[in-house]
């Protein structure tokens, strides 16, 4: 079966780096994805990879081994408003997207 | 760019009537859009997908005849809700991707259905 696996919640401090790591098992692969998730409203996207290795864009990072089924979305500078879910989703052979359950990703002062 | 609209963005209504949710990319054409409803804390759950001109296709465990969806243009897809349940209530979500591409996906602000 196809399967998404990221911790169900992280606490992280404002001004730190926080790592959300995401593992995947799934029927073909062509790419991953993060998309943020503030309560009530829908994901916004992060970001796409399809290669191994590092995107960097801003403050959010995001890491790719294909071999090894996985993936991490890092955060630098931490924000209050980076409190949010942290979904990870792997685009399968069909092109559809498979879901993690998301991170909930809770800042403090 | 690359702007998805979801209308209403809110709606309660009676158990055994039907809603109908709107679903519109506004400044790109969309083959396909999808459909995902989600419950408090729980991750996204995709419904079904919709290709322009063609039937949807649904998920397992979905069923065609209650969630009806049309892709009746290459700008805008609707899903009606029939014959409501309290179970139905669920925020609803749209998404939809560029014609142009095989993996871009952007969501509409999605709809909190309260069936009562």
């Known amino acids: 079966g196809q399967n998404i696996d990221q911790p169900t919640e992280m606490t992280a401090t404002e001004g730190a780096i926080v790592q959300i790591n995401c593992t995947y098992q799934?029927?073909?692969?062509?790419?991953l994805f993060w998309y943020q998730q503030h309560a009530g409203e829908a994901p916004t996207f992060l970001s796409y990879n399809v290669l191994d290795g590092l995107e960097e864009k801003g403050r959010f990072s995001s890491f790719l081994s294909r071999s090894k089924g996985y993936s991490y979305l890092l955060l630098k500078e931490l924000q209050m408003k980076d409190s949010a879910s942290y979904l990870c989703a792997v685009m399968d052979s069909n092109y559809q997207l498979i879901w993690g359950a998301g991170t909930k990703l809770i800042i403090k002062p | 760019g690359a702007v998805v609209s979801q209308h209403p963005s809110w709606v309660i209504c009676k158990s055994g009537t039907s809603v109908k949710i709107e679903c519109r990319s506004l400044?790109?054409?969309?083959?396909?859009m999808f459909w995902y409803r989600q419950f408090p804390k729980q991750s996204l759950m995709l419904m079904a997908t919709?290709?322009?001109?063609?039937?949807?296709?649904?998920e397992q465990g979905v069923e065609k005849d209650k969630f009806l969806i049309n892709h009746a243009s290459l700008t805008l897809s609707t899903l009606t809700v029939t014959s409501a349940h309290p179970e139905d209530s669920s925020f609803y979500i749209c998404?939809?991707?560029?014609?142009?591409?095989?993996?871009?996906?952007?969501f509409g602000p999605g709809t909190r259905l309260t069936v009562t």
């Open positions: 919709s290709n322009e001109g063609s039937k949807a296709t649904y």
């Open positions: 998404s939809a991707r560029p014609t142009t591409s095989d993996y871009e996906q952007y």
């Open positions: 799934t029927s073909g692969f062509n790419g």
């Open positions: 400044d790109f054409q969309a083959t396909t």
